[in-house]
């Protein structure tokens, strides 16, 4: 089993503000990659942190990892349901 550290940190206001609860009340959490695609991501193998961590989403084992991250006012622990994919309006 893999433990992986989510960190949400946005810019509002000049400042960099943890969201991670706002994102948890939302069943979602979004990992930032700029303009670059999962798939560029892959294909190129890089940045490497990003890789690795969307090529692990890969690998069927990957239901069983365990994401952790830090609120402000909570620390939530779960389980990915799905692999990485590309950021979508739809959220």
């Known amino acids: 089993m893999k433990y992986y550290i989510l960190n949400i940190i946005e810019e509002k206001d000049s400042k960099r503000v943890n969201t991670v609860d706002k ?3 939302l069943s979602f959490a979004p990992i930032f990659f ?4 999962v798939e560029e991501i892959l294909e190129k193998r890089k940045p490497t942190d990003a890789f690795l961590f969307c090529n692990r989403s890969q690998d069927l084992s990957w239901s069983h990892s365990k994401i952790v991250g830090i609120g402000n006012n909570d ?3 779960y389980n ?5 994919k590309n950021y ?3 959220f």
């Open 34 to 37: 700029y303009e670059i695609t």
């Open 88 to 90: 979508s309006t739809e």
């Open 75 to 77: 620390i939530y622990i």
């Open 23 to 25: 994102w948890m009340d």
């Open 80 to 84: 990915p349901i799905e692999k990485v």
